[in-house]
């Protein structure tokens, strides 16, 4: 079956199997960004913002998100003109193998844009469904807080 999504600011038409996840559709649509992890749920790799909420893709049905708008990690910034989150995350060195990094920094999206000053507890619900293996989450935290400094200084 085919269906009509916004990824990343772009209408796009991806094809999928009737019982495929989000997760498998938008990676068969070629956004490899959003990373396969533990297909569960519980690691986060697969987290995007849908429709302004972060969800992990590997459970939601794509047939059920037709028409929906999609965010991954590929459309806030590029290697060029990174988001103040995925710069936030080099410069706190927060990123080792960079395989949850997608994920992080679409939780950390998702946390800043409905709360710009987060305590460290609210950090640490926010990113509670994301597993790192490499940082040990110390400058995963560093990130957060000082993107959320970067983006209140400069709106």
Do not use: W
């Not at 094809?15 to 649509?29: H, N, V, Y």
């Not at 080099?90 to 080792?96: E, Y």
């Not at 040990?136 to 959320?148: E, H, P």
């Amino acid at each position: 079956m085919e269906g009509r999504f916004v990824i990343n600011g772009i209408e796009k038409v991806l094809s999928f199997e009737p019982d495929a996840t989000l997760l498998q559709a938008l990676r068969d649509g070629g956004f490899s960004e959003v990373k396969r992890g533990c297909d569960t749920g519980e690691c986060g790799a697969c987290a995007v913002v849908l429709n302004g909420d972060l969800v992990t893709s590997c459970k939601v049905y794509a047939a059920s998100v037709v028409g929906s708008e999609i965010l991954t990690a590929k459309g806030l910034g590029t290697v060029q003109n990174p988001h103040p989150i995925q710069q936030a995350f080099v410069d706190a060195g927060a990123i080792q193998c960079g395989f949850c990094t997608p994920g992080m920094v679409m939780a950390t999206y998702a946390l800043l844009s409905k709360n710009p000053d987060p305590t460290d507890e609210e950090i640490r619900r926010a990113l509670d469904g994301n597993k790192c293996r490499c940082t040990g989450y110390v400058k995963i935290f560093d990130a957060v807080r000082l993107a959320a400094e970067r983006m209140r200084d400069h709106g």
